[in-house]
């Protein structure tokens, strides 16, 4: 099956920096990418779903200046946590679709981020 | 927001025993799918079932959709140990740029 590359893996920074999260697809072309954020033992809420080359669509309640995601290729985009806080720890996972009339999603392993 | 509700949310079971999951959905759909995540981790695609199908098999795997009552079932026969993880539904609507509704997810635990 498709192969999606999620890194880091786990990330650890202090409050006020920034995070950038990187979300590949290594083996197809990705028309659109999904961000998703996972508290423990929850669902996967929908952040955003990035289409390359355009602005992505953010989710009611999504802070798009907190939250900035790059399409800018058809194999990567990235989701970076702009002035991370302890709240914005959490478990974020992108997945990737190749085409509007493909069902299925690929998902990346997901990043740890932990702002202390 | 969220579109489905699994139950149960915990489910723990001997090996060799079948497991159900259940997943109910509230609006219409294009199609219905599961997916496997063990703990932290992405998530894994195990099969798909289309709207106008009522059931559909992939190895140990099951799948049955009911349209009417907006409800779907994932058995898992003859479960391992290695079946552990958490299972969610998602939804797929018409004209929604394919994105996905998911439900609270089934937590199982299969025992050796």
């Known amino acids: 099956g498709a192969v999606v590359s999620q890194h880091p893996s786990w990330v650890i920074c202090k409050s006020g920096t920034s995070v950038k999260i990187e979300c590949r697809s290594l083996?197809?072309?990705?028309?659109?990418m999904f961000w998703y954020r996972q508290f423990p033992k929850q669902s996967l809420m929908l952040m955003a779903t990035s289409n390359e080359g355009s602005k992505a669509t953010y989710e009611q309640g999504v802070e798009k200046d907190k939250f900035l995601i790059n399409h800018a290729s058809l194999t990567l985009s990235t989701l970076t946590v702009t002035s991370a806080h302890p709240e914005d720890s959490s478990f974020y996972i992108c997945s990737a679709r190749q085409g509007l009339a493909k069902n299925i999603q690929y998902f990346g392993a997901g990043t740890r981020l932990s702002v202390l | 927001s969220q579109q489905g509700e699994e139950d149960p949310q915990a489910l723990s079971i001997q090996e060799g025993e079948n497991a159900t999951m259940n997943c109910s959905y509230k609006t219409s759909i294009n199609n219905l799918q599961w997916y496997r995540q063990n703990s932290g981790r992405g998530l894994v695609h195990l099969i798909l079932?289309?709207?106008?199908?009522r059931e559909k098999h992939s190895g140990r795997l099951r799948v049955t959709l009911d349209t009417s009552k907006k409800s779907s079932s994932l058995l898992i026969t003859a479960s391992r140990a290695a079946d552990t993880a958490s299972y969610f539904c998602a939804t797929r609507r018409g004209s929604t740029l394919g994105r996905l509704y998911f439900g609270r997810g089934t937590q199982l635990t299969v025992w050796p």
């Open positions: 083996d197809f072309q990705a028309t659109t």
């Open positions: 079932i289309r709207s106008n199908e």
